[in-house]
């Protein structure tokens, strides 16, 4: 069996690692010129952990990044709603792995160039259209200039190329543009003082005003790290066109955000010194599509955020892609037939990550964030006040069943994946 692999994303690079540990030859096409480890921070929770430590990465995401030990939920004014335990910290078989976007998407290519060999990823190549019969499926590729590249067959095409994918217009050409929910996201990271525990996670405020601040990865001084921060305001309505293309390496001026960072209260550090201390700043709208009624069609199928792309919140966009390449490969290896295991692939996973979809509408697990501040506008003395913690767990571990990230999923079929 062959796979046509189309993005080298995240999720196109581990699906590429685990058909290779299937024993089914593939080949990625990316339409950039060149893979650059563009991004900022990307949270990767114990279920995703679980399958890249199977591909034999763990060590290396260790050494890379930072084992997040605990997440405080606070109000927008900083006061303490929840303190969760995060990781191995909370009896997960697996550490929740914070780092840097584009550092893990260098050490998957690494990974692919040494396990598939240096022709597993071509780039310049962009998809220009496929079509495929009961003998495979064929796919052309283009230049910039429009200029065909090559060509390509395979048993499968997989399309992981992202939010604005063309697999995915060939597929439902008629779907149009993400939808944007009127929010506009800045991040960026810079060296800072360690806070906390030095792997605290802050996530202050509800889906129209948030800030994020985590760690991912040593400091280049003695107490600091390489410390990410987002923030999160609605400066649109939902439905309204995005203000421009969701693209991440869109950059900002941290200068101008003074007026975003007043909206929040920090208690364990100074979060506005840390954005007014970060050279690099990027800005993009937070959009996401509609689910679909179905990803495969034939011997074509879709993955990450190609099928499934999630507002940005329970650090679940790279995490899910993750899940989709292990369910994927799973079902070729063990369907003889190519196209029953696509549907078999979709069957497993396009109920769930549709459901994700729909819960990151609502806030996903930091909707317990703006129950709180629904509840209590101006802050409060003492959380119980407010709201049992009760409904806050539920909230929260209501939302990791569905995404497939509670201790009891994770830690069900464990045993010793680290090999």
């Known amino acids: 069996m062959r ?17 290779h540990r299937e024993g089914i030859d593939c080949e990625i096409h990316e339409q950039g010129e060149r893979i650059r480890e563009l991004g900022v921070g990307v949270n990767v929770l114990p279920n995703a952990v679980k399958e890249l430590a199977g591909l034999g990465l763990l060590d290396r995401l ?20 929840m303190r969760r335990r995060c990781g191995r910290n909370a009896g997960f078989g697996y550490p929740q792995i914070s780092l840097h976007r584009g550092r893990l998407q260098g ?15 071509r780039t310049g190549h962009r998809l220009v259209g ?19 590249m090559a060509r390509a067959q395979g048993d499968v095409l997989v399309g992981a190329d992202g939010i604005h994918s063309t697999v995915r217009s060939l597929l439902f050409p008629g779907e149009g543009p993400p939808l944007w929910n009127g929010v506009m996201m800045w991040r960026g990271a810079t060296d800072w003082p360690e806070f906390g525990t030095g792997r605290s996670m802050i996530i202050a405020g509800g889906t129209r005003a948030k800030l994020v601040i985590y760690p991912i990865a040593a400091g280049g001084r003695p107490g600091t790290k390489l410390t990410n921060w987002a923030i999160c ?12 293309r969701q693209d991440w390496s869109r950059h900002a001026d941290p200068a101008g955000l ?24 990027f800005e993009f709208p937070m959009c996401d599509r509609d689910p679909l009624p179905y990803w495969t069609r034939g011997r074509v199928t879709l993955l990450g955020d190609a099928a499934h792309p999630m507002y940005p919140m329970g650090s679940n966009g790279a995490g899910q892609a993750i899940l989709d390449a292990t369910s994927l490969s799973g079902h070729l290896a063990g369907h003889a ?29 930091e909707n317990a964030i703006d129950e709180v501040e629904r509840r209590a506008p101006d802050g409060f003395a003492r959380i119980e006040d407010v709201i049992d913690t009760a409904t806050l767990e539920a909230i929260v571990n209501g939302y990791a069943r569905v995404a497939g990230s509670s201790r009891e999923q994770v830690n069900r079929d464990a045993g010793d994946r680290t090999g």
């Open 3 to 19: 796979a046509i692999v189309v993005g080298a994303g995240i999720g196109g690079l581990v699906t590429a690692l685990r058909l």
């Open 62 to 81: 260790e050494e890379m990044g930072v084992q997040t030990h605990e997440l405080i939920y606070t109000h927008r004014l900083g006061h303490e709603i």
């Open 107 to 121: 050490l998957l290519l690494r990974a692919v160039y040494e396990r598939l060999g240096p022709e597993a990823v």
């Open 130 to 148: 496929f079509e495929q019969d009961a003998k495979g499926v064929r796919a052309e590729f283009a230049d910039r200039r429009g200029e065909t």
């Open 233 to 244: 305001e609605q400066t649109g309505r939902p439905g309204d066109p995005p203000p421009q």
């Open 258 to 281: 003074d007026r975003h960072t007043g909206r929040f209260r920090t208690a364990l550090l100074d979060h506005a010194g840390l954005v007014r201390a970060t050279g690099d700043c």
């Open 337 to 365: 037939d190519p196209a029953g295991a696509l549907e078999a692939y979709q069957h497993d996973r396009l109920p769930s990550t549709s459901e994700v979809v729909l819960r990151n509408r609502e806030g996903g697990p």
